[in-house]
């Protein structure tokens, strides 16, 4: 979970990458965990869901909730979030350290309030999307000290 310049030279929103403790780790916030500790944190998710996640990715809460303080309608972030997972095609597979169970396997819930998530950095709460796709990863989180 190192930083990369995005290959496309979009830009992103990206706190703490000035942050001092960054000098010390690549990866820092994550913490360097080797794939198999990954593997048991990660679950994949749907498109639906990973829509879903990258809106609930403006709320500390992991929850829907946040949308009406933004200017653009439900409607117009959902297309925005569309336009972000667009970008990795069709074939693209979403992970998450969320766990928020919802109608089926692979699906997550944001009616209910309650959801948990698996440690993978320095925070003491955060979750997070991530888009794999043929070509390249898109690592999307929120993080919050509670």
């Not at 703490?16 to 048991?40: G, K, N």
């Not at 990795?88 to 350290?97: E, K, L, P, R, V």
Request: proline letters at 5%; glycine letters at 8%.
């Amino acid at each position: 979970m190192a930083r990369a310049p995005d290959p496309r030279g979009w830009t992103g929103l990206d706190d703490a990458a000035h942050a001092p403790e960054r000098e010390a780790s690549s990866t820092y916030p994550f913490v360097a965990h080797p794939p198999e500790y990954l593997a048991r944190r990660l679950q994949e998710i749907d498109r639906e869901s990973a829509e879903n996640l990258l809106l609930a990715l403006t709320d500390d809460g992991c929850t829907l909730s946040s949308l009406s303080r933004f200017a653009e309608s439900e409607v117009q972030l959902r297309a925005m979030a569309r336009t972000i997972l667009a970008r990795y095609g069709d074939s693209a597979t979403f992970h998450t350290n969320v766990n928020k169970p919802g109608r089926g396997s692979g699906m997550l819930g944001f009616t209910s309030s309650g959801w948990a998530y698996s440690p993978l950095s320095t925070y003491s709460e955060h979750y997070g999307l991530i888009v794999v796709s043929d070509t390249e990863v898109g690592v999307f989180w929120n993080f919050a000290d509670s």
